[in-house]
Nanobody
Framework: QVQLVESGGGLVQAGGSLRLSCAAS????????VGWFRQAPGKEREFVAV???????TYYGDSMKGRFTISRDNENTVYLQMNSLKPEDTAVYYC????????????????WGQGTQVTVSS
């Protein structure tokens, strides 16, 4: 079992930045693929970014490219740096993990955090 806890959300003005963290406990995190997803009210969960177990491969949702950066340290934390935030980025952000595949699909992930709210004001 892996337990995931997100932090770093909050209220920011359009054009601002936030850095989200996903801290893992339980099994060693270094062998897991980690993804970030977000969900706005009334909308489906949306792929944001994913990083391989080594950190050598990363992929982003189309609207995040050039603004968001996913990274991981050598221990148990994955980060999502979000720059040039827009009101449409407002959502609950979730991190998720699996041991098998770099996927954009939520159902490919076995473990999920509880989410952190990001609100971008115009």
């Amino acid at each position: 079992q892996v337990q995931l806890v997100e932090s770093g959300g909050g209220l920011v003005q359009a054009g601002g930045s936030l850095r989200l963290s996903c801290a893992a406990s339980g099994r060693p995190f270094s062998s897991y693929v980690v993804g970030w997803f977000r969900q706005a009210p009334g909308k489906e969960r949306e792929f944001v970014a994913v990083i391989s177990w080594s950190g050598g491969s990363t992929y982003y949702g189309d609207s995040m490219k050039g603004r968001f950066t996913i990274s991981r340290d050598n221990e148990n934390t994955v980060y999502l740096q979000m720059n040039s935030l827009k009101p449409e980025d407002t959502a609950v952000y979730y991190c998720a993990a699996n041991r098998q595949v770099l996927s954009r699909t939520p159902r490919a992930y076995d473990y999920w955090g509880q989410g952190t709210q990001v609100t971008v004001s115009s």
